[in-house]
């Protein structure tokens, strides 16, 4: 299970970090949406803590969940914040949060909201996806087609999965690069890992239509 705490207070951050490590999470802290974006780059995590006020604006937090929804992330959002106005927890929740604490806070209550929307992702990560020959199989991370495992890297299948999750939805071009490959200065990178999937499992796998890319079909 993958959590990921978006907090800039190295004071909060550390300790919840620690504390889900120890109760066995596999726990990546990011101090800015920048740093978060790396992580996500390399597979989607299945929680995210994420502040709402970072480095990069007072609502950066809130933007940042509402991308990721627009996006087509299915995990699961709890906004970690000081601003406890009604206002502002309604806003978190409309624009995609799963549940939101307000600062100061817990550790034992943030550990077991933190434990509820890991159930609740889990339950749907699951899911064993399915479209002719190729099975993608969430919760293990694992490619199959026509029965057979294909080994990816831990990029490619965050694009396949990506798709997968979303399988009629068409993806920009700059949405996957911002998604999957921050700081990248050019699509080149994109191109060379829609080519990889496509050698590795099917020329239609992933499918270019007017506007990007999508899960093609056999």
């Known amino acids: 299970m993958r959590i990921l705490v978006v907090e800039d207070e190295a004071g909060i951050r550390e300790p919840v970090v620690a504390l889900l490590r120890r109760e066995r999470y596999e726990?990546?802290?990011?101090?800015?949406l920048e740093e978060a974006f790396h992580f996500l780059a390399e597979g989607e995590p299945d929680v995210i803590v994420l502040d709402v006020m970072l480095p990069e604006g007072e609502d950066a937090g809130f933007r940042f969940a509402e991308n990721l929804r627009q996006s087509?992330?299915?995990?699961?959002?709890?906004?970690?914040?000081?601003?406890?106005?009604?206002?502002?927890?309604?806003q978190g929740l409309e624009l995609g949060g799963d549940d939101y604490l307000v600062?100061?806070?817990?550790?034992?209550?943030?550990?077991?909201?933190?434990?509820?929307?890991?159930?609740r992702s889990a339950d749907f990560k699951g899911r064993r996806l399915e479209r002719g020959p190729l099975a993608v199989d969430l919760a293990a991370r694992q490619v199959y087609w026509e029965g057979r495992e294909v080994a990816l890297s831990p990029k490619?299948?965050?694009?396949?999965?990506?798709?997968?999750?979303?399988?009629?939805?068409?993806?920009?071009?700059?949405?996957?690069?911002?998604?999957?490959?921050p700081g990248a200065e050019s699509e080149a990178v994109l191109r060379v890992y829609v080519q990889k999937l496509r050698q590795k499992l099917a020329p239609w796998v992933v499918e270019r239509v007017p506007g990007g890319y999508r899960l093609g079909k056999p």
Do not use: C
């Open 27 to 32: 726990a990546l802290g990011a101090e800015s």
């Open 72 to 90: 087509g992330y299915r995990g699961a959002i709890l906004f970690l914040t000081a601003r406890d106005a009604l206002e502002d927890r309604v």
């Open 103 to 119: 600062k100061p806070f817990h550790l034992e209550e943030l550990l077991a909201r933190v434990r509820a929307l890991a159930r």
């Open 156 to 181: 490619a299948f965050a694009l396949l999965e990506l798709l997968a999750l979303n399988p009629e939805k068409v993806f920009s071009r700059e949405e996957l690069l911002e998604r999957l490959f």
